[in-house]
């Protein structure tokens, strides 16, 4: 492991790190990282008031700010670089998608349905403008930040059966589909409909199976 961390970049040491903080208790933050920066301590209130969706509208606020946008000069030896702000972006953008996934796992389908959708609207943000949120040196746009789809997707699809109607249910599995995963189509289209009631997975069924084909 320790030889295999050191061939990793900056942005997937920073996921890591990001990762292990979670996992890690309080108490062992100090032995972890203490020799090298002060660890902050929260009040209780602060503690307690991060809640998911109050923090993924943390995240998009900032992330609107301009927070994460640091650029820097491109060259033909850094074009695949990222600067430190996209790392962190992409970083926060991974931990609070693990914790959508976890909320599903809890029964919090509605906070993880509103909180996906926040980091979608991230998503389709930075596709519509490039340069606002994030950095890229070379081909920007929302596949630039990484996302297991095949797992991140089943979850979502999962919160949307709940309580919505087949016509918006068929909607937001063929924008989502059709926005971020389309190469993935039939096995996603196939694993919302193992989630759907017989009104959605009816609506689902005058879905195309691939791009410009119809069921």
Same mark, same amino acid.
């Given at each position: 492991?320790?030889?295999?961390?050191?061939?990793?970049?900056?942005?997937?040491?920073?996921?890591?790190?990001?990762?292990?903080?979670?996992?890690?208790?309080?108490?062992?933050?100090?032995?972890?990282?203490?020799?090298?920066?002060?660890?902050?301590?929260?009040?209780?209130?602060?503690?307690?008031?991060?809640?998911?969706?109050?923090?993924?509208?943390?995240?998009?606020?900032?992330?609107?700010?301009?927070?994460?946008?640091?650029?820097?000069?491109?060259?033909?030896?850094?074009?695949?670089?990222?600067?430190?702000? =996209?790392? /962190?972006?992409? @970083?926060?953008?991974?931990?609070?998608? !693990?914790?959508? +996934?976890?909320? &599903?796992? #809890?029964?919090?389908?509605?906070?993880?349905?509103?909180?996906?959708?926040?980091?979608?609207?991230?998503?389709?943000?930075?596709?519509?403008?490039?340069?606002?949120?994030?950095?890229?040196?070379?081909?920007?746009?929302?596949?630039?930040?990484?996302?297991?789809?095949?797992?991140?997707?089943?979850?979502?699809?999962?919160?949307?059966?709940?309580?919505?109607?087949?016509?918006?249910?068929?909607?937001?599995?063929?924008?989502?589909?059709?926005?971020?995963?389309?190469?993935?189509?039939?096995?996603?289209?196939? =694993?919302? /409909?193992?989630? @759907?009631?017989?009104?959605?997975?009816? !609506?689902?069924? +005058?879905?195309? &199976?691939? #791009?410009?084909?119809?069921?």
């Amino acid at each position: 492991m320790r030889v295999a961390l050191r061939q990793l970049n900056r942005g997937r040491l920073l996921i890591i790190a990001e990762r292990a903080v979670e996992m890690i208790p309080s108490a062992s933050l100090g032995a972890l990282v203490g020799d090298m920066m002060k660890v902050p301590r929260l009040t209780e209130s602060e503690c307690s008031s991060g809640s998911l969706l109050a923090e993924t509208r943390k995240f998009h606020e900032a992330s609107l700010r301009g927070e994460y946008y640091q650029s820097f000069h491109v060259n033909w030896r850094n074009c695949t670089d990222k600067s430190q702000g =996209t790392d /962190a972006f992409i @970083a926060e953008f991974d931990r609070l998608t !693990a914790k959508c +996934l976890q909320a &599903v796992v #809890e029964e919090s389908t509605e906070t993880a349905r509103q909180s996906f959708e926040i980091l979608f609207s991230l998503l389709r943000q930075i596709d519509e403008e490039p340069d606002r949120i994030v950095f890229f040196a070379d081909e920007a746009g929302s596949w630039q930040v990484p996302v297991d789809w095949r797992t991140v997707l089943p979850a979502y699809f999962e919160c949307l059966a709940s309580g919505t109607s087949g016509e918006e249910f068929a909607r937001e599995v063929d924008r989502v589909i059709s926005e971020f995963c389309h190469h993935w189509r039939p096995e996603l289209l196939a =694993t919302a /409909a193992d989630l @759907a009631n017989d009104e959605q997975k009816g !609506a689902l069924g +005058l879905l195309p &199976v691939r #791009e410009g084909r119809r069921r």
